[in-house]
């Protein structure tokens, strides 16, 4: 089984619903991370948790928003999908203080609002 | 604030050359500095990593890193580069300011021609 596991890994949906993209890992990491990326851009970070009850925005947190129900569960939900959240979404992990691999990442989600 | 430059979108380089992905970053303190590998679909992967020690880093798939401290570089690099490892890589750079959260530069496909 995979450390960072993604679901979705694929999914269309229409715009104004509501869609939830779950992540879990079992790393056993404290931080957990959702970044957003878009053809031909880099990663951009949308929420990140240093521990369950701590959740913070990132560059591009507006029309999104999150939870940590668990340590090892962070989920990301667009409360109204719109066309220009069409992107690959992906979760990560990490220690505290980075670790071996730095981030640990999922496979991503592929979603298509159309 | 911390940050990470990848200032080429694309490289395109004939498989059995040499490659060079170029990273340059600005950090205060010493750098924790990263490499890693998205193949279509998938998650990013870790390639290697510099903390300390040996400026010439190795990684896997045969990759190496060269940390250059005076010129504030971390240039990807592989003796002889294969079709396989046509890809997206993006360096990284701990920021320390951030609660040891990761800087991503903006990304460098590689394409390796036959």
């Known amino acids: 089984d995979a450390d960072v596991t993604q679901t979705p890994r694929n999914r269309i949906t229409k715009t104004g619903k509501r869609i939830m993209l779950e992540c879990s890992q079992t790393k056993g990491h404290d931080r957990m991370y959702w970044y957003r990326q878009d053809p031909g851009l880099g990663l951009r970070l949308i929420y990140y948790?240093?521990?369950?009850?701590?959740?913070n925005k990132g560059e591009i947190s507006d029309g999104y928003s999150v939870s940590r129900q668990a340590q090892a569960k962070f989920s990301l939900s667009l409360e109204s999908a719109i066309p220009n959240q069409t992107a690959l979404y992906f979760c990560?992990?990490?220690?505290?203080?980075?670790?071996?691999?730095?981030?640990?990442f999922g496979s991503g989600t592929r979603l298509t609002v159309v | 604030a911390q940050s990470v430059a990848q200032p080429e979108d694309q490289v395109n380089v004939a498989e059995g050359n040499p490659l060079t992905v170029k990273c340059t970053y600005s950090?205060?303190?010493?750098?924790?500095l990263f490499w890693y590998v998205q193949y279509p679909n998938r998650g990013l992967q870790f390639l290697l990593k510099y903390i300390t020690g040996d400026n010439l880093v190795k990684g896997s798939y045969g990759f190496e890193a060269e940390f250059n401290k005076s010129q504030t570089s971390f240039h990807l690099k592989k003796p002889s580069a294969l079709v396989s490892d046509s890809a997206l890589y993006f360096c990284?750079?701990?920021?320390?300011?951030?609660?040891?959260?990761?800087?991503f530069g903006g990304g460098t496909r590689l394409m390796v021609k036959p």
């Open positions: 990284a750079v701990r920021d320390v300011n951030a609660g040891n959260m990761l800087t």
């Open positions: 990560a992990t990490s220690t505290s203080g980075t670790g071996r691999y730095g981030y640990t």
């Open positions: 948790s240093f521990d369950v009850k701590d959740i």
């Open positions: 950090v205060s303190g010493n750098p924790y």
